[in-house]
């Protein structure tokens, strides 16, 4: 499957959308799973805030996102948003990261999608 290298994807939230909590993570697991179907995969990834909880232990789609790692996409979250949550030592897939590689991220990619 395809890496494309100018695609960035920015999840800030562990939920898609406004509303209730439940559907958003229903929509975002959704989300995840038909876009590493799709045939084209982000070169990276970011989890930010309670998006982060994407990436650590016990949450429904560790299994995907662990997928996207398997196939070449480099998942990065965010290291305060771990500490401030906790997770720090719960991290499951992908590596910690800082705000300054986050904006050089945003600058450098050419395509940024942020469902």
Do not use: H, W
């Amino acid at each position: 499957m395809p890496i494309d290298q100018d695609l960035l994807l920015v999840i800030r939230s562990s939920g898609l959308g406004e509303g209730e909590p439940d559907l958003g993570e229903k929509l975002l697991q959704g989300f995840l799973k038909t876009l590493l179907e799709s045939g084209t995969l982000p070169a990276r990834i970011i989890c930010m805030n309670s998006g982060v909880f994407l990436t650590t232990e016990c949450t429904a789609v560790l299994d995907t996102m662990r997928a996207y790692a398997d196939r070449g996409c480099e998942i990065l979250s965010c290291g305060t948003c771990l500490a401030y949550y906790g997770r720090e030592d719960k991290l499951a897939v992908g590596r910690s990261t800082n705000m300054k590689e986050t904006v050089s991220s945003l600058l450098s990619f050419r395509k940024i999608l942020q469902p």
